[in-house]
């Protein structure tokens, strides 16, 4: 049972373009999400969050909005950059539970 | 401040071998998490400690997998016997404890052959 879903793979956005990568749940008990990018072998490093409270939250070139009625939110890269060209995993957690579920990734590539 | 450490970062076994897997996690982060990532596929939980204790081990494997987290500091992850679907990359991250990000270690890759 899938509860965190990135149905698209991959990506490919032309630099100084908009890369919108979308991320849907299926718990309504979900109130936190974060955006995490993984670059060929390292870790995932934190990129954004959102709590429930909000439907939006911005840090520099990365937005990320949050529809709850929808279930879905969506990390927006504005202008995209080579370096962006990444793989992008979104989590959601309870609160309480500490506890994140992520999905599958969507990798991003740039183009110079 | 250093991030999570983990060794080793890459590791080759034949099946029904055991293998064990080390992580450090950052200074003071009382949470510490392993998850279990397959090619192609998001970051799985296996475990998670608050300080010494397991909070959740509800995806752990528990007839081939263990893990321990002594003095709430650093912790090992092991698998005995080892499948072929182990294959993975291990991550360890760790957490101050509460809502907020996780801080990730490199990974260890796991081939089983």
């Known amino acids: 049972d899938q509860q965190v879903k990135q149905n698209s793979p991959s990506l490919s956005v032309q630099e100084g373009r908009i890369s919108i990568l979308n991320c849907d749940y299926t718990?309504?008990?979900?109130?936190?999400f974060l955006w995490y990018k993984k670059y060929p072998a390292e870790g995932p490093t934190f990129l954004i969050s959102?709590?429930?409270?909000?439907d939006k939250n911005e840090d520099g070139r990365f937005t990320v909005f949050l529809n709850k009625s929808a279930k879905h939110l969506s990390l927006h890269i504005v202008p995209s950059q080579p370096g962006d060209s990444a793989v992008y995993f979104c989590?959601?957690?309870?609160?309480?539970?500490?506890?994140?579920?992520f999905g599958t990734g969507t990798r991003l590539k740039v183009l110079a | 401040e250093a991030g999570v450490a983990q060794s080793p970062r890459y590791k080759i076994i034949e099946k029904r071998q055991s293998v064990a897997f080390w992580c450090n996690p950052i200074?003071?982060?009382?949470?510490l998490y392993w998850y279990q990532q397959i090619l192609g596929q998001g970051p799985k939980l296996l475990i998670q400690?608050?300080?010494?204790?397991?909070?959740?081990d509800s995806q752990l494997p528990k007839d081939r997998f263990s893990a321990e987290r002594l003095k709430g500091v650093d912790s090992t992850l092991k698998i005995q016997p080892a499948k072929l679907e182990d294959s993975a990359v291990y991550l360890c991250?760790?957490?101050?404890?509460?809502?907020?990000?996780?801080?990730f270690g490199p990974g260890t890759r796991l081939t089983v052959t």
């Open positions: 991250a760790s957490s101050r404890g509460g809502v907020g990000e996780q801080y």
């Open positions: 718990n309504s008990m979900f109130d936190y």
């Open positions: 959102i709590s429930s409270i909000k």
């Open positions: 989590a959601a957690s309870k609160s309480g539970t500490y506890k994140y579920i």
């Open positions: 200074s003071g982060h009382a949470t």
């Open positions: 400690f608050q300080n010494n204790g397991v909070v959740d």
